[in-house]
């Protein structure tokens, strides 16, 4: 009986790490060894920053509050528990969204939180 080299499936898995890694430069898009290295580190990368682009937007999002209400005469920590006691159930995305397209409904939204 003749012996089975699985061929087929061995240069699909192959060819799926070669296409993953197009565009990397030099010989880590080009030969296997080093492609697969780089895109398995590619991948860790991407699982990782996934993670780390919900904390980088939360802190975007409140440094632009905080801008917002420090022009409004009030400080982030003051407006964010006056908003929790007035029972307003705006998240971190949308008040600083507001705070950057419509700074005069966010002013309004300050003086009534904070009065």
Known sequence: MPRAKNNVAARKRRKKILKAAKGYRLGKGRLYKTAK???EKG???AYRDRRAKKRTFRRLWITRINAACRLNGVSY???MH???????ALD???????????????SELVKQ???
Request: avoid cysteine; hydrophobic fraction near 55%.
């Open 92 to 106: 971190r995305k949308v008040l600083a969204d507001m705070a950057i397209h419509n700074p005069e409904g966010f």
């Open 113 to 115: 939180v904070v009065a």
């Open 37 to 39: 290295d780089q895109v």
């Open 82 to 88: 006056a908003l929790k006691e007035a029972n307003v």
């Open 77 to 79: 920590s003051v407006f």
């Open 43 to 45: 991948w860790l990368y």
